[in-house]
């Protein structure tokens, strides 16, 4: 099992912040992920739309969308941060 998470806007068009899913073996990368979930229902069709903006981490470090995720225990999705 594979815990998702969700952050800011992600979040809340999902419904959820959290959760643990058995991810299909052929899924290996970040974009791969972000396709299956699109695939899942509206929300998240919706949530995923625009790949580029997009930002994930995988078990807390930073990602882009073409890291394998393969043996990853945590994936975090979120939009871009910025500072000020």
Not at 25 to 51: C, H, Q, W
């Amino acid at each position: 099992m594979t815990k998702l998470l969700y952050f800011a806007r992600m979040r809340q068009i999902i419904g959820k912040g959290e959760e643990e899913i058995a991810l299909p073996a052929e899924i290996t990368t970040v974009s791969m992920l972000i396709d299956f979930l699109k695939g899942r229902d509206e929300a998240y069709a919706s949530a995923f739309a625009d790949p580029r903006i997009i930002r994930a981490a995988i078990d807390q470090a930073h990602a882009p969308l073409d890291a394998p995720i393969t043996g990853a225990r945590e994936i975090a999705f979120f939009p871009p941060v910025t500072g000020g």
